[in-house]
């Protein structure tokens, strides 16, 4: 059953009537462009067809929810009463998201949610962000509003986040989320929220392996990350390491540690501009020079990477050759592994993966594949 029956089915097993209507929102890959969003970079991240769908239907007085993948646990509260942390729960995003939804002049009604989804927990394909996105826009749909706008989606999603979750990400996922569309990639300008889409050529595609080492971003690494990329920025005198250049950290005295994240962020946003000029050129053997580059660059020095995942990198990069490339994506220490090659190659290289690679807790390793020709069921049902 795909996963809008099994959400529409759920929600009726559940509250024993048809909801009004189904929400979904994708999850992400980050093609490239990592752990500079909070630096105000560029980053190159697309929507997946995996992703998060919400049956809804309006109801007076508070919302009453159940989530389909943890066994049925249920949710009922009343909007705006007190609301309990559970860091990284389901429950935080949904009390959080239609809070700081509220925060920005947006008051949703109350409402019955059934939510599911299909992105792996902890896989760095923003399985979060695209469950506040999704119960964004059911709560919207529910309480008989237009859908906001995807910049007010994704700001609510990333205060969510901060505030209810208590992890200082940046806004890529949210926007990729919100505003991306299916077979592009999405160039977000971080210092302004200003996008631009970049369609992939059809004859490319886009494999997802995961590593099968999951990570949580609320264990600290992350805000530990971003701590040092503003002591950097900090002591070379800019407001974000956006501003900052390869000469003036050349003629810094940073620390090494904080010398090598600078040079990780300041060298990926150039990553980022060089890989989107790549796309449009069909140059796939340049995009993949773009990608390894960027991974030695997370293991090296932004030193995000675990030994499990190089090897995946590694693996891949051998299998592909010059025709593409991988590396690591999103928050790092673990999660998924992204490639870019020719459509023709897919099978090839996934059988070497199925072949050779072994995730350290067993089984087999779970692929995805994206491109241009595959859709995201975006939006509403
Ligand atoms: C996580 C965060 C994003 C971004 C990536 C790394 O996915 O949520 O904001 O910082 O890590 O690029």
Redesign the pocket.
């Known amino acids: 059953m795909n996963l809008i029956d099994r959400t529409r089915e759920g929600f009726r097993r559940t509250f024993g009537h048809d909801p009004a209507g189904v929400v979904f929102a994708p999850g992400r890959v ?1 093609l490239i ?6 630096n105000d970079g560029l ?1 190159l991240p697309m929507p997946i067809a995996a992703g998060t769908a919400i049956a809804w239907s309006p109801q007076d007085g508070g919302i009453d929810a159940v989530a389909l993948d943890f066994g049925g646990e249920r949710d009922r509260h009343v909007q705006g009463s007190a609301m309990p942390h559970h860091p990284a729960d389901w429950r935080s995003y949904l009390r959080g998201m239609a809070a700081c939804l509220a925060d920005r002049g947006i008051h949703t009604d109350g409402a019955k949610l059934a939510i599911a989804g299909s992105i792996p927990r902890g896989s ?1 394909l ?1 399985s979060s962000a695209s469950l506040c996105v999704a119960i964004g826009r059911a709560l919207a749909a529910a309480s008989g509003i237009a859908e906001p706008a995807p910049q007010t989606l994704a700001l609510a999603a990333q205060s969510a986040e901060h505030v209810w979750a208590g ?1 200082k ?5 949210q926007m990729a989320v919100a505003a991306g569309e299916a077979g592009s990639a999405l160039l977000l300008d971080c210092a302004d929220l200003q996008t631009r889409q970049i369609p992939l050529p059809h004859e490319w595609a886009v494999l997802i392996v995961q590593s099968g080492v999951t990570r949580e ?1 609320v264990d600290g690494h ?1 805000n530990q990350r971003r701590q040092d990329c503003e002591a950097a920025a900090a002591a070379l005198g800019v407001k974000s390491l956006r501003g900052a250049s390869a000469e003036l950290l050349d003629g810094s005295d940073l620390s090494p540690q904080l010398a090598r994240r600078a040079r990780h962020v300041i060298s990926e946003i150039d990553r980022v501009r060089a890989s989107v000029q790549a796309i449009e050129d069909r140059d796939l053997a340049r995009l993949g020079t773009l990608l390894r580059a960027s991974h030695r660059s997370m293991r090296d020095d932004f030193e995000i990477s675990v030994t499990a995942v190089d090897n995946l990198v590694d693996l891949l990069n051998a299998a592909i050759g010059v025709g593409g490339g991988a590396r690591m994506t ?2 790092g220490f673990g999660g998924a592994v992204v490639a870019v090659m020719a459509a023709d190659q897919i099978e090839r290289v996934r059988a070497v993966v199925a072949a050779d690679y072994r995730p350290p807790c067993g089984g087999a390793a779970q692929i995805m594949i994206e491109g241009a020709g595959r859709v995201p069921a975006g939006g509403h049902e």
């Open positions: 980050n462009g990592e752990h500079v969003d909070y980053v760095g923003s992890v990400c940046g806004i890529m996922d971003l992350y999103g928050g």
